[in-house]
């Protein structure tokens, strides 16, 4: 049997928030660059937790990435660029435009690694996330714990001061800002 020869292809994180889809990404990335590939690391510029030029998880790990604030900015970022592994995290904030340029990217025989989210605060699906999943050779499905129940959650919602029906309106459910989400399961999922 021939041995298969080196091709790109996609894997992607998803899962909600607190999922620890940035944990996964900056794992694969450090055995990556372990083996000595060369890997591109990119995040989005929506995403400020830590300042631009990382990405970081809410464990604390992180890495230095470039940012991008869209699929142009991305593709110039790229451009003369034959990295073995593309990292994208916080795909979602990318829009549908990156499912062509991850598909290209793997075409031309790049790893493209994406992590992102796959359900809106709201408890819907989040392209483009839901589409990549549908044609990546590998997909790792996240879940987070309930912030209710310490179930296994596949959504997360927000968590407002403000609503005086939210049940978990004290003070320490708010750290970090007026605003911030939990990780919720199914049963104690209220936003939809
Ligand atoms: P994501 O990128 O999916 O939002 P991160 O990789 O940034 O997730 O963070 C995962 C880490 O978040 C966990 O290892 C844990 O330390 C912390 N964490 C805080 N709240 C939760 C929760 N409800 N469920 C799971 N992990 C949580
Ligand atoms: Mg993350």
Not at 24 to 35: F, G, K, M, S, T
Not at 62 to 71: G, I, K, W
Not at 169 to 180: D, F, N, R, T
């Amino acid at each position: 049997m021939r041995a298969s020869p080196v091709r790109g292809h996609v894997e992607v994180v998803c899962g909600p928030m607190f999922a620890g889809k940035t944990e996964e990404l900056v794992r694969r990335v450090r055995r990556a660059r372990l083996a000595g590939l060369d890997v591109e690391v990119v995040n989005h510029a929506l995403d400020e937790r830590r300042g631009p030029g990382q990405v970081a998880s809410h464990s604390g790990l992180s890495l230095e990435a470039r940012t991008a604030s869209d699929v142009a900015d991305l593709r110039a970022l790229l451009a003369g660029r034959s990295p073995d592994i593309v990292a994208i995290d916080e795909a979602q904030f990318f829009g549908a435009d990156v499912v062509a340029l991850v598909d290209e990217l793997a075409a031309s025989g790049v790893t493209v690694l994406v992590a992102g989210l796959c359900v809106t605060f709201d408890g819907r699906s989040f392209e483009p996330l839901p589409t990549l999943m549908a044609t990546a050779e590998v997909v790792t499905r996240l879940t987070a714990v309930c912030a209710v129940c310490g179930g296994e959650a596949t959504f997360h919602q927000r968590v407002d001061a403000r609503d005086p029906g939210d049940p978990l309106a004290p003070a320490e459910a708010h750290v970090g800002g007026i605003e911030s989400y939990q990780a919720r399961c199914r049963h104690h999922l209220t936003a939809r």
